[in-house]
């Protein structure tokens, strides 16, 4: 169980970076109507609000280096709770960003997951 919980968080941190930094439109298929975004502070709620928002950030191109991918299994209902850390680069910066992102994924009846909790955060210092 343990080793499922830690592919199934590696696979989807590796897709969501992916499209972040690819394809950020499609980003929308992740979240469902009830998905909550806190972007440094700033609650969204709602899959086209989040979608809004992160294709609205002041930057087009992005690249994420994913330092460490942390996951367990957050219910019985077979939830997973995955905590990243890594670096944002971004065009025409000298230095990376430093940030933190969790996210709780909830399984669908298809056999996926959504992201109903997405929590991101630069650490600064």
Request: hydrophobic share 35%; charged share 15%; glycine share 8%.
């Amino acid at each position: 169980m343990e080793e499922q919980v830690e592919m199934v968080g590696r696979a989807f941190v590796d897709h969501y970076y992916h499209l972040f930094d690819n394809d950020r439109a499609a980003l929308s298929s992740l979240y469902q109507p009830t998905s909550m975004l806190t972007f440094e502070g700033q609650k969204i709620v709602g899959v086209d609000d989040i979608s809004s928002k992160l294709n609205q950030l002041p930057f087009d191109q992005s690249k994420h280096l994913i330092s460490t991918i942390d996951s367990q299994p957050s219910s019985s209902s077979g939830g997973i709770m995955v905590f990243v850390s890594g670096s944002l680069q971004l065009p025409g910066e000298e230095h990376q960003l430093r940030f933190s992102q969790m996210f709780h994924l909830i399984p669908t009846p298809q056999g996926s997951f959504f992201v109903q909790n997405d929590i991101f955060r630069l650490n600064y210092g």
